[in-house]
């Protein structure tokens, strides 16, 4: 179902110039051909990047609200206008789909979160937490994975169950406010059981591309190094696997991409490592499995937090059509 709003009165307009930080609007006629032409391109952003109260894609029938056509001074169809806290910000006359898209996700990213690509605050203006910025033109799609057929391996039953890696929640580690694993107050974590690897299963609703992975791992302090949980160091990651991987399984199978995490990728503030994919090799993505190899450590368990996937997200079909004219367009 399209998410995108037909702007049927003035007043209309200018309640949703109040009630959405962002407002990207089509101005366009029945009879424009070039509108009719991009019109599709225009419903893939709005599907991918709508976000209520955050973002919001409307489209003014310019005869039959003329008012409004002429209010904002549009002269040729198409015309995009982008607004920012009810102010114009970005004006775009023509079909140009790569201008369009451009626009729009430089400004989706703001409304997510930074998009200077570091370190961010620890909840971003939607509500939902990340350790780390977003890098430009990209947005938070962890909404797309599957709950219901994550699958984690390794994992100490007596921490977190596997969903609150993507829980939009505050990591209890950042706010103070420790959970202790037991049985009547599962952690906010998860941790290995029999050793410091871990196996885990991520199926998406749609296909993505995915541009980062951030990981939160904040083990708490101690003067035991052996007793306390470690960091993540080297991590494995595997595409569009249709199920989970078994241990001895993964050393036979080439990795997608392998990283290793030094100290310093690691954030002081909100114990966050930015896992900087190489794109080309993540752009139609239906799963990952990501497989810790082993931790920073001499300890004998690995720790995790959270998990954010930053990146592009739409439905199989439509992403297609968008690529294709973004080749075209030299993007």
Not at 82 to 90: L, R
Not at 156 to 180: H, I, M, N, Y
Not at 242 to 250: K, P, S
């Amino acid at each position: 179902m399209s998410k995108t709003v037909l702007i049927k009165s003035p007043d209309q307009f200018r309640s949703l110039l109040q009630s959405s930080r962002i407002v990207v609007v089509d101005f366009y006629a029945d009879w424009c051909g070039p509108c009719k032409a991009i019109a599709p391109i225009f419903e893939q952003l709005s599907g991918q990047l709508s976000r209520k109260d955050q973002i919001t894609f409307t489209k003014v029938d310019t005869e039959e609200q003329k008012q409004l056509a002429q209010t904002f001074g549009i002269t040729a169809l198409p015309t995009f206008l982008v607004f920012k806290n009810g102010s114009e910000v970005e004006r775009i006359q023509s079909a140009n789909a790569k201008a369009l898209s451009d626009a729009v996700k430089k400004l989706a990213a703001e409304a997510g979160g930074s998009s200077s690509g570091g370190f961010g605050e620890s909840s971003s203006s939607s509500g939902t937490w990340r350790g780390a910025g977003l890098p430009r033109g990209y947005t938070d799609v962890t909404d797309e994975v599957d709950v219901r057929g994550l699958d984690l391996l390794n994992a100490d039953s007596s921490f977190g169950e596997v969903r609150t890696l993507f829980s939009g929640e505050q990591p209890s580690a950042v706010t103070g406010k420790s959970k202790a694993g037991s049985s009547n107050s599962k952690a906010d974590w998860i941790e290995s059981d029999t050793d410091e690897q871990l196996m885990l299963f991520i199926p998406f609703q749609s296909t993505l591309k995915v541009h980062t992975v951030q990981i939160t791992s904040i083990p708490p302090k101690s003067s035991d190094d052996e007793e306390i949980p470690m960091r993540p160091r080297t991590i494995k990651l595997y595409t569009n696997r249709a199920h989970n991987l078994g241990f001895e399984e993964a050393d036979d199978i080439p990795p997608t991409q392998t990283i290793e995490l030094s100290d310093d990728a690691w954030d002081e503030k909100t114990g966050t490592a930015k896992l900087e994919l190489r794109f080309v090799k993540f752009q139609n993505v239906s799963s990952l499995v990501m497989f810790v190899v082993d931790g920073d450590g001499d300890g004998e368990k690995v720790r995790v937090d959270r998990i954010r996937l930053i990146g592009e997200s739409g439905s199989k079909r439509e992403m297609g059509k968008l690529e294709k004219i973004g080749d075209e367009q030299g993007e």
